[in-house]
């Protein structure tokens, strides 16, 4: 009886003694806590009432707190109220405004792109069209985010602009009354041949699941589908509920598809299919790349995990990181990095760490395997590999210079200029790559390749050491000559394939001009492949016959 008191006792006091300390731990960070809130405060006053120029003391707090949300990670940031606007957007897929996107084409604000039907669209604005005044006022000098946050405004009110059409030389007036602009998550559903489909989801926002049910049964019902091909690829996530109604439609009832595990118990959670799927059968196959992340890797990586499905493409992004909002007052909102996410086989596909602001990759050594139902063995660490590799061919530093100075875009302009009654063909090619160059010669347009860049920043750094270094004489810049045109005859497919989507996207907006990418595509012609071989597509997913 004593011996069992004694052990009472020393339970007791372990506890009290555990409690005790955690109870000077708890209070020794909220001292720490209260104590930087002080001295941030004090700081921030001072600066304000005391430095040599004028401050703007809003300008001023968000640089102390972007500061702080970038030390953490890249997911954990501060949004003002017009910035949480602007992602309030991107999740719900629509807002008030024109319908257009902008960027900075020779430092003048140009259309880049715009939806069918929009406000923008029927007022007559095209893309290449310059954006010289809005409203009466200049935008030069002003960035595509800076008219972008203009041009929006209530439904039915009027914005004007002044506009020089490519290849113009005046200017013109267009008025534009504003509307609601939904952006479709599913822009293109459509037959690839006689059986297989294909449904493009860019995006996970409002009703992705309902509008990928809803395309898949317009297919069905219209064609003799035998497979389907979902492309999930350059989609870089959104709503983590989404995620589970798309996984839903080929996924069956109950089914666990996500768990989260983060610092605050309570925050811990679950995630399951609630509905009977739309299709457990159909065969799928899933496109995935590396711009594929978040709730495209809880898809891709559950029908994988499930066996539900073959994944055809490259590894994803490697985001197993969740974030939630927090309010922060006069409605800023903060978004900040809660837990990490784990999907059916019970892996966390998250490819990267970060330490004081610093990104670090994950150690692949440590990486752990896991199974999926039928048995395969996948892997933790780094994203969501394909089942299927289609290796994709590294853009060139050509291309790379042609994207960033605007020239396949300006091209097209030109091009449809001189085409304005052009008539496509259902399988379109763009094969005048000499007219383009002939282009690239009239702007007399000339670019730097990476080796050359290295070779010039050699030059200079022996130079200020007093070296003397002639790249000729050591015949460097003629190997790098070399390589330049090797570059860019290397090139020359994937700069038409470039052209021709640029064309299109002129011809047919983003909607409908997709249906002519569909048999040019490397992945998906894979996709059809494992779809059209029943033997391969059960192959690849361990089923038993």
């Known amino acids: 009886m004593i011996r069992k008191n004694f052990f009472k006792a020393i339970t007791f006091f372990l506890l009290l003694s555990f409690s005790v300390s955690n109870l000077n731990s708890q209070s020794s960070r909220l001292f720490d806590i209260a104590k930087n809130i002080e001295i941030y405060t004090n700081v921030y006053k001072e600066l304000n009432n005391s430095f040599v120029d004028e401050i703007d003391p809003g300008i001023l707090m968000k640089t102390g707190i972007d500061a702080m949300t970038k030390s953490l990670d890249p997911y954990t940031v501060y949004y003002s109220e017009s910035e949480a606007e602007s992602y309030r957007i991107s999740l719900e897929g629509k807002y008030s405004g024109i319908g257009t996107v902008m960027k900075n084409v020779d430092s003048i604000i140009t259309i880049a792109d715009l939806y069918k039907d929009s406000p923008a669209y029927i007022a007559g604005l095209r893309i290449g069209d310059k954006l010289l005044e809005v409203n009466g006022k200049s935008?030069?000098?002003?960035?595509?985010?800076?008219?972008?946050?203009i041009v929006r405004g209530a439904p039915g009110t009027e914005i004007e602009f002044k506009v020089q059409s490519y290849g113009e030389n005046s200017a013109k007036s267009i008025k534009v009354i504003r509307g609601e602009i939904k952006i479709p998550n599913v822009p293109f559903k459509g037959m690839?041949?006689?059986?297989?489909?294909?449904?493009?989801?860019?995006?996970?926002?409002?009703?992705?699941?309902?509008?990928?049910?809803?395309?898949?049964?317009?297919?069905?019902?219209?064609?003799?589908?035998?497979?389907?091909i979902l492309d999930l690829r350059d989609n870089g996530g959104g709503l983590l509920r989404e995620a589970i109604n798309v996984s839903n439609v080929f996924i069956d009832n109950d089914?666990?598809?996500?768990?989260?595990?983060?610092?605050?118990?309570?925050?811990?959670?679950?995630?399951?299919?609630?509905?009977?799927?739309?299709?457990?059968?159909?065969?799928?196959?899933?496109?995935?790349?590396?711009?594929?992340?978040?709730?495209?890797?809880?898809?891709?990586?559950?029908?994988?995990?499930?066996?539900?499905?073959?994944?055809?493409?490259?590894?994803?992004?490697?985001?197993?990181?969740?974030?939630?909002?927090?309010?922060?007052?006069?409605?800023?909102?903060?978004?900040?990095?809660?837990?990490?996410?784990?999907?059916?086989?019970?892996?966390?596909?998250q490819s990267k760490t970060y330490e004081n602001?610093?990104?670090?990759?994950?150690?692949?050594?440590?990486q752990s395997e896991f199974k999926t139902r039928n048995g395969r063995i996948v892997y933790d660490v780094g994203g969501?590999?394909?089942?299927?590799?289609?290796v994709k061919h590294e853009k060139k530093s050509f291309i790379q210079s042609l994207i960033r100075d605007n020239m396949i875009f300006k091209y097209a302009n030109d091009?449809?200029?001189?085409?304005?009654?052009?008539?496509?063909?259902?399988?379109?090619?763009?094969?005048?790559?000499?007219?383009?160059?002939?282009?690239?010669?009239?702007?007399?347009?000339?670019?730097?390749?990476?080796?050359?860049?290295?070779?010039?920043?050699l030059k200079n750094t022996l130079e200020k050491n007093d070296v003397k270094f002639d790249p000729e004489a050591s015949g460097l810049k003629v190997l790098i000559e070399d390589?330049?045109?090797?570059?860019?005859?290397?090139?020359?497919?994937?700069?038409?394939?470039?052209?021709?989507?640029?064309?299109?996207?002129?011809?047919?907006?983003?909607?409908?001009?997709i249906r002519h990418l569909l048999h040019d595509d490397p992945d998906i012609a894979k996709a059809v492949e494992v779809l059209n071989d029943e033997t391969q597509y059960n192959k690849v997913l361990n089923i038993k016959n």
């Open 192 to 228: 690839v041949n006689d059986s297989i489909a294909y449904i493009q989801l860019t995006t996970f926002t409002e009703n992705a699941g309902d509008n990928v049910k809803t395309a898949l049964k317009y297919l069905k019902d219209s064609f003799n589908v035998k497979g389907l």
């Open 415 to 457: 091009y449809m200029l001189r085409n304005k009654n052009i008539v496509l063909e259902e399988k379109f090619s763009f094969n005048q790559y000499d007219d383009f160059k002939e282009f690239l010669k009239k702007n007399n347009y000339s670019y730097k390749s990476e080796p050359e860049m290295k070779l010039e920043e």
């Open 255 to 349: 089914q666990e598809l996500v768990f989260t595990r983060g610092k605050v118990e309570e925050q811990n959670k679950s995630y399951k299919t609630t509905k009977n799927a739309f299709d457990n059968k159909l065969p799928l196959a899933v496109l995935i790349n590396d711009k594929s992340a978040s709730a495209s890797e809880i898809v891709s990586g559950s029908i994988q995990d499930l066996d539900r499905g073959v994944l055809v493409g490259q590894k994803t992004f490697g985001k197993g990181l969740v974030q939630n909002f927090f309010p922060a007052g006069y409605n800023s909102r903060v978004k900040m990095t809660i837990s990490r996410y784990f999907i059916p086989s019970g892996r966390c596909i």
């Open 384 to 390: 969501v590999e394909p089942d299927i590799e289609v």
């Open 139 to 149: 935008t030069a000098g002003k960035s595509s985010s800076d008219i972008s946050g």
């Open 357 to 366: 602001g610093k990104t670090l990759l994950i150690d692949k050594n440590k």
């Open 483 to 513: 390589i330049k045109k090797e570059d860019e005859i290397s090139s020359v497919e994937i700069i038409k394939n470039l052209i021709k989507k640029e064309i299109l996207l002129r011809l047919y907006l983003p909607d409908n001009g």
